[in-house]
């Protein structure tokens, strides 16, 4: 039995793996962004062993987040599900980019490390040194995201540390008419958290439906890497530690 922790899992993808994981008999920490979206989570995934509540809005409860989480011991697998796509750029990168920063950094290294990307990371921009909060795009966060993973890979080899394309997917995101498979929108997830199949046991991958895809080959670039994870500290206080 794993101990996992998702993030953004009162509903969509993050509910589903929660779901997943839950019928495979895994304990699963959920989490939502208040207590309304709490007592929803608890009603779709009710054998699940807790709800956590943070708006990652909010880098003060996105840091509460992570205390609460550790006060529940080590996890075996942490999923960075969380995110925002129709909002202010500001909204965008402190959910997207700088939530997930806040997360690894404070939160007990587990064993296992997923963080949801998207396609549309070929889109981001990738000059950091222009990087303004308030006008980052959805595209620019899920490029964030992808560095980050390479990042953390890079400096915990001791961790499965990987990200994740779920596809364009019939979600409340996604819309309705989304061509992807939603199964195989949260299954990844699910089996780089969970399985044992030595495919699933890697590290610094970008996966697709259960196998790895070329991503921006910026993510691999140890600057790009150190310079945002120096913007992430500049901006949270929060420093990153190997």
């Known amino acids: 039995m794993a101990r996992v922790f998702i993030t953004g899992s009162s509903d969509g993808l993050g509910q589903l793996a929660a779901t997943q994981l839950v019928s495979e008999g895994h304990q699963v920490v959920l989490h939502a962004r208040n207590e309304e979206r709490a007592r929803q989570a608890r009603k779709k995934v009710p054998k699940a062993f807790d709800v956590l509540t943070a708006d990652l809005a909010s880098m003060e409860e996105t840091k509460e987040l992570a205390l609460k989480a550790n006060d529940l011991g080590v996890f075996d697998a942490i999923i960075h599900n969380a995110g925002v796509y129709q ?141 945002l994870l120096a913007i992430c500290e500049m901006v949270s206080g929060v420093a990153f530690h190997r």
Request: proline share 6%; aromatic share 8%; hydrophobic share 35%.
């Open 87 to 227: 909002a202010s750029g500001q909204v965008i990168f402190a959910v997207n980019t700088l939530a997930p920063y806040i997360l690894t950094c404070l939160i007990h290294k587990p064993r296992r490390l997923i963080y949801l990307s998207s396609g549309m990371h070929r889109h981001g921009d990738a000059n950091l040194r222009q990087l303004d909060p308030s006008r980052v795009s959805y595209s620019d966060s899920k490029l964030h995201v992808n560095i980050l993973t390479m990042a953390v890979a890079r400096k915990w080899p001791d961790v499965y540390v990987n990200a994740v394309d779920p596809g364009w997917v019939p979600t409340k995101m996604g819309g309705a008419g989304a061509p992807d498979s939603l199964e195989q929108g949260y299954r990844t997830q699910t089996w780089l958290a969970a399985s044992d199949d030595p495919r699933a046991k890697v590290t610094g991958g970008y996966f697709y439906h259960q196998k790895i895809k070329e991503g921006r080959p910026e993510a691999h670039d140890i600057a790009i890497q150190e310079e």
